[in-house]
């Protein structure tokens, strides 16, 4: 259900480039300030360092053009979402959601951040994966970037930093923009937790026009308990979200989970990479992917492994829902690191408990508020 509904947005979107392409005021693009969103990230010892896998995005707010698109594609959601009036608050509810699919993103540019109240105020370049100093055709930088210990506690110090975090922002010119990053310890207890019917209710098994009309036009709503479940970890265990849904998403999801109302504990994010740039030759590869099927679960088991991976002598809880792949996902990642998958945690959304016992078995069933007669009924 969810591959049909990503398919759907890279099409309604992908084309915004085009248009705007031949309309678009280039001067005034240039002298306007480029946000640079940094997505909540996580560090790990080795080789004596922190090192720190970092995402960003550069990109500038919608032109004209754009907003007249914008309200073109809340125009065909809201009809796949099966809605015929729209009320004030729900237009402003897709044009926050939306947002992120419609903005220019900006290839080419170098960013610079420096670590808040640093005494010595130095700059870190972040370059990508294979060493390349500028954002790509999507305007995003995937890399790693590299701390020795001596600085990492320099800046703890600074920060009066609590249980790992700490806080950077941009320093480059015409970029703004800020970021976290939870340095975690290599021994300890981390809980690795999807999103969508997990803890933040999507109703994925209802179908398209359902996931459709509560991501873009209602306001977001957290699956009852599990925000206590969560906080009655210590506060030393690590939290990693790792979801489905595409990373045009993520200011909107994090602002409801990391909200004073939800107060989820606050972690790093992985999600989806569904690139909208017809430019380049990979969009197509991520459409044929969701199209072909299994990219979600590809995703999940190679974030997952990435994760335990980089944390060797950590233990790890793992908590996702009944809804579409999750058991199965988090099944395969027990066997491949049967030490130190310390549980499995599911949210029965499809009453599989009493339908489809086995594929539950030897996890722990998290009960959700109702219960249904129907073995297809997707609970609230």
């Known amino acids: 259900?969810?591959?049909?509904?990503?398919?759907?947005?890279?099409?309604?979107?992908?084309?915004?480039?085009?248009?705007?392409?031949?309309?678009?005021?280039?001067?005034?693009?240039?002298?306007?300030?480029?946000?640079?969103?940094?997505?909540?990230?996580?560090?790990?010892?080795?080789?004596?360092?922190?090192?720190i896998p970092v995402r960003l995005w550069v990109s500038e707010d919608l032109?004209?053009?754009?907003?007249l698109t914008l309200k073109t594609a809340r125009k065909i959601i809201q009809h796949k979402a099966k809605l015929e009036d729209l009320t004030e608050q729900q237009k402003r509810l897709f044009k926050s959601r939306a947002r992120d699919f419609l903005r220019d993103s900006e290839s080419g540019e170098v960013i610079k951040i420096q670590f808040d109240n640093d005494p010595d105020k130095q700059v870190f370049v972040i370059e990508s994966i294979t060493n390349e100093p500028e954002t790509d055709f999507n305007g995003t930088i995937t890399g790693l970037l590299e701390l020795p210990y001596k600085k990492a506690n320099q800046l703890s110090k600074a920060q009066n930093s609590q249980?790992?975090?700490?806080?950077?922002?941009?320093?480059?010119?015409d970029h703004f923009g800020v970021g976290r990053v939870r340095l975690v310890e290599p021994e300890g207890v981390?809980?690795?937790?999807?999103?969508?019917?997990?803890?933040?209710?999507?109703?994925?098994?209802?179908?398209?026009?359902?996931?459709?009309?509560?991501?873009?036009?209602?306001?977001?709503?957290?699956?009852?308990?599990?925000?206590?479940?969560?906080?009655?970890?210590?506060?030393?265990?690590a939290f990693h979200y790792v979801s489905g849904a595409p990373w045009q998403l993520y200011g909107p999801i994090e602002d409801f989970l990391f909200?004073?109302?939800?107060?989820?504990?606050?972690?790093?994010?992985?999600?989806?990479?569904?690139?909208?740039?017809?430019f380049e030759s990979e969009t197509y590869q991520d459409i044929g992917k969701l199209i072909a099927g299994g990219a979600t679960q590809r995703q999940k088991l190679e974030q997952i492994s990435q994760i335990i991976a980089h944390f060797p002598q950590r233990k790890f809880i793992l908590i996702g829902d009944s809804g579409e792949h999750d058991p199965e996902i988090f099944a395969e990642i027990k066997q491949l690191y049967p030490k130190q998958v310390k549980e499995i945690r599911i949210r029965d959304v499809v009453?599989?408990?009493?339908?489809?016992?086995?594929?539950?078995?030897?996890?722990?069933?998290?009960?959700?508020?109702?219960?249904?007669?129907s073995c297809s009924q997707m609970l609230k």
């Open 1 to 51: 259900m969810i591959r049909l509904f990503l398919i759907s947005l890279i099409l309604i979107f992908a084309w915004v480039p085009l248009k705007c392409l031949a309309e678009e005021d280039s001067t005034a693009s240039e002298q306007a300030e480029k946000r640079v969103t940094f997505y909540t990230t996580y560090g790990y010892q080795s080789n004596e360092r922190w090192k």
């Open 63 to 67: 032109d004209f053009f754009r907003k």
């Open 163 to 173: 249980n790992g975090w700490l806080s950077f922002h941009a320093v480059s010119s």
């Open 190 to 237: 981390s809980v690795i937790s999807d999103i969508d019917d997990t803890v933040k209710v999507t109703q994925i098994p209802l179908g398209n026009p359902v996931v459709l009309h509560n991501t873009f036009f209602k306001p977001f709503k957290a699956a009852k308990g599990m925000a206590n479940k969560y906080r009655s970890f210590d506060e030393t265990t």
């Open 259 to 278: 909200s004073d109302k939800e107060g989820f504990p606050h972690g790093s994010f992985h999600m989806k990479n569904v690139r909208t740039n017809l």
């Open 351 to 373: 009453n599989d408990q009493r339908c489809n016992s086995k594929r539950l078995q030897g996890m722990v069933v998290i009960p959700t508020e109702e219960k249904s007669n």
